[in-house]
């Protein structure tokens, strides 16, 4: 690596390092401040309070990167061509797409970093900070695992199981109501006391089994025992709890997919939330893209302008960013579109302001 380079290179790492502190330190002085009194009446602890913001820096990471990231770049190129440093470096031969190279590299590695980071620190992280929340602070009672009553799944072929009480642990149910829909019409009906998993299906206690061909029952029986299966659903998908996908691994989140396509659940809002994962994080490296000439036009090198543009930009993004998962959510863009249209947008901005910068 050149000298020119590291130059480059220390000096952004530096300010978005910088940038970073003081984003994590805003946000938490502004959040204590707004719930300190929460936290009083709740008789929190120093280290209740040392645990939930703890918890709550990855998150804050996450979110503030891109504005890190443009305001680095900004001032980074910014101080260079108000200095006339950048024009110097050019004169020896250096374009600004060779000089772009070390912030483009580290931008693009950040931009990769942050999507393991976001997978593998900030998630683990946001659901302890939840629980410190509830558990430590306003002292509520977890809810009771293993028993949940009136369950009911959807899953491939038709069948739709509902149980009365299920219970996670022993891998059993009671009240059992099990129907095969086909063309919005009951094909079969089974009614059981209980169902128990074992060797790798449902058995199914004092079950009346009625089959139905348009709208008549043609064929009722009983059976003291009757294995089902027939049945798709496994334990895995009746212990199937709704969890909040941005607060879900990535993998989790695509298992989690593949189930709800089992019991024919909406997946539209799952799988923004999926490319999401992808898309935010690599953001990071976008907006250096477009803000490496901004930054190069001497008119627009102050610290104060580079700072003013840095938080119009972004606000512009989360503002294009909410509107795609908003119509993502409800089906009116396709689920990849709707969670990288911020990103297309920047990214054609951000290539045809690189292509007219002043080389």
Known sequence: ?????????????????????????VVIVVDL???????????????????????????????????????????????LAK??????????????????VPILSAAFLIAIATIVFSDAVMVPATIKKNQVKKEQIEKRTPGRRGVRQNVIKSGQDGWIVFAGKYNELNKEGKSIVIQKIDGNQVKIALKANSMIWADSAW?????????????????????????????????????????????TRFFELLEMIEMKK????????????????????????????????????????????GFGLSIIISFIYFVILRAGQSFGYNQNLPPLLAATIGNILFLIVGLAMFAKARK
Do not use: C
């Open 1 to 25: 690596m050149k000298i020119i380079d590291k130059y480059i290179l220390g000096r952004f790492l530096k300010i978005l390092g910088f940038a970073l502190l003081s984003f994590i330190f």
């Open 33 to 79: 401040i707004e719930n300190i009194d929460k936290f009083i009446d709740h008789n929190a602890s120093v280290w209740m309070v040392a645990q939930y913001y703890i918890y709550y820096t990855p998150f804050i990471i996450i979110l503030a990167m891109p504005v890190a990231m443009l305001l680095s770049t900004m001032f980074t190129i910014g101080s």
């Open 83 to 100: 200095y006339h440093e950048l024009d110097v470096m050019k004169a020896t031969g250096l374009s600004l797409y060779r000089l772009s």
């Open 203 to 247: 058995i199914l206690s004092d079950v009346t089994k009625r089959v139905f061909e348009n709208n008549e029952e043609i064929e009722f029986k009983s059976y003291a025992t009757l294995p089902a299966d027939f049945l798709p659903h496994t334990p895995s998908i009746m212990s199937h709890r709704q969890k909040k996908p941005r607060d």
């Open 262 to 305: 089992w019991m024919k659940q909406d997946i539209s809002k799952d799988k923004v939330e999926l490319y999401l994962k992808i898309s935010f994080p690599f953001f990071n490296f976008i907006i250096v893209i477009l803000g490496i000439p901004l930054a190069a036009n001497p008119r627009r090198s102050g610290g104060s302008v």
